[in-house]
């Protein structure tokens, strides 16, 4: 069967038309997929930045503390004052941002006990140092309990950036296999 000019023309122009739709198809979905994957990458990185964000809060906490048991100036305050009210926002704010991954809420259900825990402390380290002095402060942080909190507080950090760290990995190793 012999093809007419004219047919010949048109099977070619229709495949060509196929190849560009295939193509254009896959293009597509690679694009879709690396802006998926960049959304999931960014938004590791902000995690990781509110969860150093919760520690540096928890540490200006600690030392507006510190610092008013040794002098008893209210001005060494400052940096406690100034956290407080961020510290629960930062902590909604993972909390939304976690809500996907149910092993980080878990750590956040362990966390924020503890960092209410660390707030009364420090609350009652302040009155006992304004009401009853330096001594009475140095012997309330004598027992360690401060620091125990604090560093419970650091652990379930930690453990939370190491998750978002191996999810950036996970990422990391998709992506190539993606470009093979």
Known sequence: MKWS??????????AALIIMAVISIASYQSIRGSVASSDLVQHT?????????L????QDVETGQRGYAITGKDEFLEPYAAALPQVETTVAELRQLTADNPRQQARLDRLEPLIAQRLEWTRQAIDTRRTEGFAA??????TGRGKEIMDSIRQIVAEMEA??????????????????
């Not at 990185?45 to 964000?53: A, F, N, P, R, Y």
């Not at 520690?55 to 928890?58: E, K």
């Not at 402060?137 to 004598?142: C, E, S, Y």
């Not at 978002?164 to 470009?179: G, N, P, Y």
């Open 137 to 142: 402060a140095q012997a309330l942080t004598l």
């Open 55 to 58: 520690l540096s809060l928890m």
């Open 45 to 53: 990185h902000l995690v990781l930045g509110k969860l150093q964000s």
């Open 163 to 180: 998750e978002e760290r191996q999810l950036l990995s996970e990422q990391d190793a998709h992506e190539e296999a993606s470009a093979r």
């Open 5 to 14: 000019v004219e047919r010949t023309i048109t099977a070619g122009f229709s």
